[in-house]
C-alpha cells in the first residue's frame, strides 16, 4: 500500500487559509468517507483534528475542516494562528481492512 | 482518565526480536480494538497493525506481516506486539493507539517507545 500523497510543506501567514490536500486511490479514500486528519507538533504524539472526513472531535477548533472529492481529501485550516505550526497526517481506511497514512505536510505560520 | 503507557523498546541487533507491550487505563479496554502505529526517525507515521476486541481477527501492514504478532490480555488492559526478524527499517516510535469507539480512526495515542535496530 503506498502512503497518501500530500505536498511536503505549505505556508501562511496568520488570519489566512491553508487548505492540505490528500490524494489516494480508489481503493483507499475514493472507497471511504474514513478519512482522518493529525496534527503533530515535535516530540509530541499526534492528535486527531478531523474524522470521518468532516467531522471534528470535542475540543477542537471550528478554524479546522475537512472535505473530500473522489480520490482526493483535504483539510482547511482558517485563521491561521501561531500554534497551527505543525506536522498534518491524513489516513484512510483501505479495501484491505489495513489504514494507509499521508506523506505529512509541515505547515509553517508565516 | 485515558491512559496508554507502552513499554519494551530498545536497543536490539538485526535479526532479533522485541515484544512491546501497552498498558491501558481509564477506559473499557476489552470494548476497543487496538492498533499499533510507527513513526521511523524524521519520517511519517506508517500504520502497523489492529486487533479486534476478543483477539480473533488481525490485520497487518505487508511491511511487518509474517515477522510481528499483534496480541491482547483483556483481563490485564494490555496490548502486545511480538516483532521478529527485525531489520533496520523497523527503527521507530512504537505507538499504541485507541480509536474512536466504532469508528475508523485513531483518537488515543500513547506517548511511544523507541526501539532501535542497529549493529
Known amino acids: 500500500q503506498s502512503p497518501l500523497t500530500q505536498p511536503a510543506s505549505m505556508s501562511g501567514s496568520p488570519g489566512r487559509s491553508i487548505t492540505i490536500s490528500c490524494t489516494g486511490t480508489?481503493?483507499?479514500?475514493?472507497?471511504?468517507?474514513?478519512v482522518s486528519w493529525y496534527q503533530q507538533h515535535p516530540g509530541k504524539a499526534p492528535k486527531l483534528m478531523i474524522y470521518?472526513?468532516?467531522d471534528r472531535p470535542s475540543g477542537v477548533s471550528n478554524r479546522f475542516s475537512g472535505s473530500k472529492s473522489g480520490n482526493t481529501a483535504s483539510l482547511t485550516i482558517s485563521g491561521l494562528q501561531a500554534e497551527d505550526e505543525a506536522d498534518y497526517y491524513c489516513?484512510?481506511?483501505?479495501?484491505?481492512?489495513?489504514?494507509?497514512f499521508g506523506t505529512g505536510t509541515t505547515v509553517t505560520v508565516l | 482518565e485515558v491512559q496508554l503507557v507502552e513499554s519494551g523498546g530498545g536497543l536490539v541487533q538485526p535479526g532479533g526480536s522485541l515484544r512491546l507491550s501497552c498498558a491501558a487505563s481509564?477506559?473499557?479496554?476489552?470494548?476497543?480494538?487496538m492498533h499499533w502505529v510507527r513513526q521511523a526517525p524524521g519520517k511519517g507515521l506508517v500504520w502497523v497493525s489492529r486487533?479486534?476486541?476478543?483477539?480473533?481477527?488481525?490485520s497487518y501492514a505487508d511491511s511487518v506481516k509474517g515477522r510481528f504478532t499483534i496480541s491482547r490480555d483483556n483481563a490485564k488492559s494490555t496490548l502486545y506486539l511480538q516483532m521478529n526478524s527485525l531489520g533496520v527499517e523497523d527503527t521507530a516510535v512504537y505507538y499504541c493507539?485507541?480509536?474512536?469507539?466504532?469508528?475508523?480512526?485513531?483518537?488515543?495515542w500513547g506517548q511511544g517507545t523507541t526501539v532501535t535496530v542497529s549493529s
Open positions: 480508489s481503493s483507499d479514500i475514493g472507497s471511504y468517507d474514513y
Open positions: 489516513t484512510s481506511y483501505t479495501t484491505s481492512s489495513t489504514y494507509v
Open positions: 481509564g477506559f473499557t479496554f476489552n470494548s476497543y480494538w
Open positions: 486487533m479486534n476486541t476478543d483477539g480473533s481477527s488481525t
Open positions: 493507539v485507541r480509536p474512536l469507539h466504532g469508528r475508523y480512526t485513531f483518537d488515543f
Open positions: 470521518d472526513v468532516s
